[in-house]
């Protein structure tokens, strides 16, 4: 089987850098993406990790660790449209994607 | 670009009714990808398709069958409906194995 963790809800200020956490425990792994999504509409992509390390995409951020089934995504300079949902995602052998609970950002003026 | 095609968009059903939802894949896309997701909750994969050959099942009920055909697309037919039914389903596809998954916007079913 597999669990994957994320805070539930984050809230941050229009400017600031807020680090949702991801960690997972599961068999199989190929890679972790992350996605955005707001209420209602479909999830879009964000970043994909599959070795070790920082991949960095404008102003969005994500870091793996593999070792420890530890993954992070950095949002700086917070726009009041990043405010949505952000889902961690594992990918697993088979190309089945699993996903976290979801963190809800909400960012404040 | 051509997304992820989902129809219908919008789906209000009775209880014990069926209903299909399909789903078109952008072009030279062989996998597809059916999701669910409840009120405030995240999407739970149900099945997946590779080159027209169920390649992976979830937490699909026995009371859902999905099959992809001659041209990508991709139908879940739904019986015996229930309140319980009622979310989003999205439909997401790769263009093979280990790539980031394209989701269409999704079919929100009502069942009432």
């Known amino acids: 089987g597999q669990n994957i963790d994320q805070p539930t809800e984050m809230t941050a200020t229009e400017g600031a850098i807020v680090q949702i956490n991801c960690t997972y425990q599961?068999?199989?792994?190929?890679?972790l993406f992350w996605y955005q999504q707001h209420a209602g509409e479909a999830p879009t992509f964000l970043s994909y990790n599959v070795l070790d390390g920082l991949e960095e995409k404008g102003r969005f951020s994500s870091f793996l660790s593999r070792s420890k089934g530890y993954s992070y995504l950095l949002l700086k300079e917070l726009q009041m449209k990043d405010s949505a949902s952000y889902l961690c995602a594992v990918e697993r052998s088979g190309n089945k994607l699993t996903f976290g609970g979801g963190t809800r950002v909400l960012v404040k003026p | 670009a051509a997304g992820v095609i989902q129809s219908p968009r919008h789906l209000i059903k009775e209880k014990r009714e069926t209903a299909t939802l399909k789903c078109y894949p952008i072009p030279r896309h062989d996998t597809v990808y059916w999701y669910q997701q409840g009120p405030g909750q995240d999407p739970q994969f149900l099945i997946s398709?590779?080159?027209?050959?169920?390649?992976d099942k979830g937490s699909i009920p026995d009371r859902f069958s999905a099959q992809q055909f001659s041209d990508y697309h991709s139908e879940l037919n739904m019986s015996s409906l229930e309140l319980g039914d009622s979310a989003l389903y999205f439909c997401?596809?790769?263009?093979?194995?280990?790539?980031?998954?394209?989701f269409g916007q999704g079919t929100r079913l009502t069942v009432v």
């Open positions: 997401a596809s790769t263009p093979g194995r280990n790539t980031e998954a394209f």
């Open positions: 398709f590779y080159e027209k050959m169920q390649s």
């Open positions: 599961t068999s199989g792994f190929n890679g």
